[in-house]
Structure formats: C-alpha cells, structure tokens
C-alpha cells in the first residue's frame, strides 16, 4: 500500500535517501513504484557495532556491513550510539536526560538529535534483512511472521506524542521532599515530544486474529535483557498506539528502537518497547519483572497487588518545565522565558507561574500546537527583581487535574511519576 505523501514530508524522505547514497532518479522511481515502504526499504542501514549517527534531526543511521542475525543483536561498543556533547545532554549511565534548556528557542518538537535515551542495555544493532516481528500467543486465532518490508507496506498513521521515563523528576524527592529515591536522579529532561509514522498495534492484532477473550498484550524487545512489559487489549488497541518506525519523518534511530518500537501515549515510558522483535497475546494476565518488582509504586502509601510490590504504574504524572539552565541566571529587567506542560490525559487548559515561592500566580500565554497526550509550550514576560529566587511553573489540563504542591507528592522507593510544581532556582543579577 502506498501512503500519499505532503511536500515536506518528500524532502525529509529524499535528505535520508541522499544520505543512503540512493540517486535521485532511484529515489524517484521508488517512490513511484512502491511508496515510501519502497524507499524506506532501500535506506534501511546495514548494522555495524562502530556505526555512529550523526546529530542532525534528518540524518539516517550510518550503513556498515551486515551484523548478526536480528534475533542475536550484536551490541554497540558505545552504550548509546549518537553524539552526547555536555552542552545538550547530562549522562545518566545507559541513558541521557536532555537539557530543557536547549529548546528555548527551538520549535514543538524535539529533533531526534535532541530526544533522551532511556535504556535498560546498550543499543543493540539490529539486522534489518533478517528482521522480523513475530505475534503469537493464546490470545490470537492467526500467529503470523512479517518482515520490515513487509511492515511498512501495512497501513500507516502518523501522530504526535510524547514519550516519557516513569522516573521523568526522579532527583525531586531528593532535593524538595529530602527522601531520596532509587535510580536514575533525572530532572524533567526525560520527556521529548515527536511526531511518529507507523502501523497501528490494532491493525496487527486484527490481522492475527486477536480473540475476544483475550486479556493482555506483551510487546518483548532485542536488547541484550530483552525487555518486555504488558498492556491490557483496550490500550493496546487505542487508536494512536502503533508500532513506529519512523521518528519526525526519517527512520528510527537506533538509540530510540530501530526498526520498529511501540508509542503508547500517555503509558509510561517502559511501555513504549524499543527494538520490538515479538509480540505476545494472551488469554490470562502477564506478570513480568517490569510490572511485579520495576515500574509499581513501593512505599508506606502503597500495598501489594497481586503478584507485583505495588500498584502497576499505567498513565504518568501531569508536569510542567522551564527551558532555562538549572539553575538559572537572569539579568534584572524584563525577561521573557518559554516552557513546556504535558499531560497524560487531555491537553493543556492553562499554565500560571510563581515568581515569590508559591504565594501568588500569574497567567502564562499558551503558544504552538496543544496536543492531547503530548503537550504545548507556553511563555511569560515578566520583571525580574534580585530578591527572585525561584521560578514555578503550575499546569492544568483540560480534564480537571492541576499540579499540587510539594507537600502532597507521595512517596515511592523506586521515584517514579513525581508530578508535584517544581520550583526552577534561578539568581538574578544587574
């Protein structure tokens, strides 16, 4: 099936083309003949453990020579293969928090070179040529096998979402309710917004003859730990949950799941499988290591459920960030500062903005697209005085929910969907 394509969108799809060493006059005959499934299978690289994509948003994983076979992933000698320069990144081990503040001056979404990286292992290099995605289990009538070109010949989608680390605001237990958590200390850099192309999960569950008796669907990735996680038929079958394999119109990077990863907008970040190589359909609930021990809420305000420590994390908390440094330093005079909101469930109705601790708001300007289950960016000009210490942000979706004060975070051991306002220190001078 041929998916039409907008002006824009060739031009991005002709930059990865041109980057795969496809001449135009191949490019456009593809394009022609097949679609974008056609050229998309032209470009797909041939993985190497030393391949080093570049940072531009546009650029195209680096071709090499062929690796193993997709269902042994070779491993990346490095833990993440893009460039992380200090400036725009802070290295969390395996992962990378991107700095808010790079996007101050950029537009709604993050580009791919920007986008965090949340991962259990180091980026596996998978095989495109013997790919495949397998969906099987007792919970389907027709378990079938498909190649990576013979997924994108499915039908496509495209949307805009966010993806975000449940442990998004981890370091804030620390620093304001002074009860450190497990993990990772991210700030609010682990959430990035994209526009995502690929098949909806519902399409191919449909296709395998998914039962109605059916209860939870497991998408299991090729890393090294090949993580996996579940999801209930319902949200697996949500209109904008898909298997993506194109991120802001070029192919997935490897760092963020080449060649295909779930979107499961709104669901924490675990539940957005990279480097998905199966997918397991069930008639009885699966219970796993990511929602028994990892990824459930373990505290003093939490009880066991069932097989898992706690209750099994699904939608993330409500936030709101500053795109400044933190901290930040700011001139004395009128600033005018930009930020993002985002909530798991619904768009953005307001953000108000703090400048004394809490005691007043003021009302912020919503600017750009306000997308549900990605989020809007939003601004405020303003005085700055030298007795401002902090700066904090306050959202409010269009369903009711609105941040809550420090005090009211409750506690877990592991840090997960910290959604408390999160006072931005900032020091003016001048």
């Known amino acids: 099936m041929k998916t039409t394509?907008?002006?824009?969108q060739v031009t991005s799809l002709w930059d990865v083309a041109q980057q795969s060493g496809l001449s135009r006059r191949k490019f456009l005959a593809l394009l022609a003949t097949?679609?974008?499934?056609?050229?998309?299978?032209?470009?797909?690289?041939?993985?190497?453990?030393?391949?080093?994509?570049?940072?531009?948003?546009?650029?195209?994983?680096?071709?090499?020579?062929?690796?193993?076979?997709?269902?042994?992933?070779?491993?990346?000698?490095?833990?993440?293969?893009?460039?992380?320069?200090?400036?725009?990144?802070?290295?969390?081990?395996?992962?990378?928090?991107?700095?808010?503040?790079?996007?101050?001056?950029?537009?709604?979404t993050m580009p791919n070179g920007l986008f965090f990286v949340r991962s259990h292992t180091s980026t596996p290099v998978i095989d495109v040529k013997t790919w495949k995605l397998s969906i099987e289990g007792d919970g389907v009538e027709k378990p079938f096998e498909l190649t990576y070109d013979e997924l994108l010949k499915l039908p496509s989608k495209t949307v805009t979402r966010y993806v975000e680390c449940a442990?998004?605001?981890?370091?804030?237990?620390?620093?304001?309710?002074?009860?450190?958590?497990?993990?990772?200390?991210?700030?609010?850099?682990?959430?990035?917004?994209?526009?995502?192309?690929?098949?909806?999960?519902?399409?191919?569950?449909?296709?395998?003859?998914?039962?109605?008796?059916a209860v939870d669907?497991?998408?299991?990735?090729?890393?090294?730990?090949?993580?996996?996680?579940?999801?209930?038929?319902?949200?697996?079958?949500?209109?904008?949950?898909?298997?993506?394999?194109?991120?802001?119109?070029?192919?997935?990077?490897?760092?963020?799941?080449?060649?295909?990863?779930?979107?499961?907008p709104g669901w924490v970040g675990i539940a957005n499988i990279k480097w998905v190589g199966k997918i397991t359909v069930s008639e009885k609930a699966l219970?796993?290591?990511?929602?028994?021990?990892?990824?459930?809420?373990?505290?003093?305000?939490?009880?066991?459920?069932?097989?898992?420590?706690?209750?099994?994390?699904?939608?993330?908390?409500?936030?709101?960030?500053?795109?400044?440094?933190f901290p930040?330093?700011?001139?004395?005079?009128?600033?005018?500062?930009?930020?993002?909101?985002?909530?798991?469930?619904?768009?953005?109705?307001?953000?108000?903005?703090?400048?004394?601790?809490?005691?007043?708001?003021?009302?912020?300007?919503?600017v750009g697209p306000n997308i549900e289950r990605a989020g809007t960016r939003w601004e405020l000009t303003f005085n700055a005085t030298p007795d401002m210490t902090t700066i904090t942000p306050r959202a409010a979706d269009e369903k009711g929910n609105v941040q809550y004060e420090v005090a009211q975070q409750k506690w877990n051991e592991q840090g997960y969907v910290f959604g408390a306002m999160v006072p931005h220190p900032v020091k003016v001078e001048g």
């Open 5 to 8: 394509l907008s002006e824009e």
């Open 34 to 108: 097949g679609g974008i499934a056609a050229v998309l299978a032209a470009c797909a690289p041939a993985p190497a453990p030393t391949a080093v994509p570049t940072l531009a948003p546009t650029a195209a994983p680096t071709k090499a020579a062929p690796a193993a076979p997709a269902q042994a992933p070779a491993v990346a000698a490095r833990t993440i293969e893009k460039p992380l320069p200090p400036q725009l990144f802070i290295p969390l081990g395996t992962n990378t928090e991107m700095r808010f503040e790079v996007m101050a001056n950029r537009q709604y």
């Open 167 to 213: 442990g998004n605001g981890r370091s804030f237990y620390d620093s304001l309710l002074k009860k450190p958590a497990q993990g990772g200390q991210w700030k609010l850099g682990a959430y990035g917004v994209a526009e995502w192309t690929g098949v909806p999960l519902s399409e191919l569950l449909k296709r395998a003859g998914i039962k109605s008796s």
């Open 217 to 264: 669907v497991m998408p299991t990735g090729l890393d090294s730990q090949k993580i996996e996680r579940p999801m209930s038929v319902a949200k697996a079958m949500d209109e904008d949950v898909m298997l993506a394999y194109l991120m802001n119109g070029d192919i997935l990077p490897n760092d963020h799941g080449f060649p295909a990863r779930v979107i499961a």
């Open 287 to 325: 219970f796993v290591d990511k929602n028994t021990n990892n990824y459930v809420l373990i505290g003093p305000d939490y009880q066991p459920q069932g097989q898992s420590k706690g209750p099994i994390l699904s939608e993330n908390s409500m936030k709101s960030a500053i795109a400044l440094p």
């Open 328 to 366: 930040a330093t700011l001139k004395a005079g009128q600033q005018k500062i930009v930020g993002y909101a985002w909530s798991p469930f619904g768009k953005i109705a307001k953000v108000d903005v703090s400048l004394d601790g809490g005691k007043t708001f003021q009302a912020a300007t919503l």
